[in-house]
């Protein structure tokens, strides 16, 4: 009996690509090619799976031309580069890989923050520009972050693990989410107190975006809201591009409408906007909230566990769309 046929985007740790090799006749992508949709589609002609990264976009078109999938399964959490709708119809699978990132995406979000408040990356190109000749009383002064409120947008899994860091601060802790967190949960977060976007725009010292991108999620963070922070605060994004509106942080930074901001992801990336490159106020990282070796590796190992057993009849672990698994054939 012949193996199922998978296709994997993009380079991965080599034992996953071995371990998978053990279940299927895989095509893998260790050269880290980027498809475009049409080579994309070209090579899962004849699969039935695929183990992809948020670089790549499942889109309904391409579902379409792709009838022998039944599995679709991100090395990542979020899950917006894939019409789960378009697969849902399809009877196609799709799994993300959640919980296993959380405290090192926390762990991350707050290196920024401090990154940002402190203006480390500022202070470092200058120092490494020669310009340190003396002690001054007023170089880089920052913003504390011990004793400030920190405001947290989108207060799940990873949201709560950057609100329990901030007990050792003294900080208190606000947050906005569709609907207030359990009680319990609120405790654990460090007493964490649910507010409305407004009142928490306007009273964070600095805020922190922490939550899934849709389009009802798009440009939660815009020129409006903006204009609500304080003079002094920071902005720190370690979700997804398109949550903030990057044309109207750009406008608000260098106009000093807030102090500084701190950003992991950007509309577009990696195009991201140009404009980020001329600011001193803001610190650039390249989408590696997530990006510890154990981690990266319990990414790759989970995603792998979905597609095993999507292809071998028995439910994912992670699976987003479970009314796609009746009708599905193996």
């Not at 922490?210 to 720190?236: D, R």
Request: hydrophobic letters at 45%; a negative charge.
């Amino acid at each position: 009996m012949s193996k199922p046929r998978v296709l994997v985007t993009r380079a991965v740790f080599p034992d996953v690509i071995e371990r998978l090799s053990q279940h299927f006749a895989v095509e893998s992508n260790q050269e880290d090619l980027i498809f475009t949709p049409d080579e994309l589609a070209s090579r899962l002609q004849g699969k039935q799976g695929i183990f992809l990264t948020p670089s790549e976009r499942i889109s309904a078109d391409l579902i379409d031309r792709c009838p022998g999938l039944k599995a679709i399964c991100n090395m990542a959490v979020g899950y917006n580069n894939i019409d789960v709708d378009a697969a849902t119809r399809a009877g196609i699978v799709v799994t993300n890989t959640p919980d296993v990132l959380n405290e090192t995406t926390a762990d991350f979000a707050w290196a920024l923050l401090m990154a940002t408040a402190r203006r480390v990356t500022e202070s470092e190109h200058w120092l490494r520009a020669g310009e340190w000749k003396k002690w001054r009383y007023d170089s880089f002064l920052g913003a504390d972050v011990h004793g400030a409120t920190l405001g947290i947008i989108g207060m799940g899994r990873i949201g709560q693990a950057v609100a329990r860091r901030s007990t050792g601060f003294d900080m208190q802790v606000i947050y906005h989410n569709r609907r207030p967190i359990a009680p319990e949960l609120e405790a654990r977060a460090n007493n964490a107190r649910y507010v409305d976007k407004e009142e928490l725009l306007r009273t964070a010292d600095h805020v922190m975006l922490v939550l899934p991108y849709s389009a009802e999620t798009h440009h939660t963070v815009g020129a409006a809201e903006l204009a609500l922070m304080k003079p002094g605060a920071t902005l720190v994004n370690v979700a997804r591009g398109g949550i903030v509106d990057d044309k109207a942080l750009i406008a608000a930074l260098r106009e000093g409408r807030i102090a500084a901001a701190g950003l992991d992801v950007f509309e577009n990336e990696p195009a991201f906007d140009p404009g980020f490159l001329a600011l001193k106020n803001v610190v650039l990282t390249p989408h590696i909230a997530s990006a510890s070796e154990p981690t990266r590796r319990a990414m790759a190992e989970c995603a792998e566990a979905n597609l095993v057993a999507a292809l071998s009849g028995k439910t994912p672990p992670n699976m987003l769309n479970p009314a796609a698994w009746p009708g599905r054939s193996n």
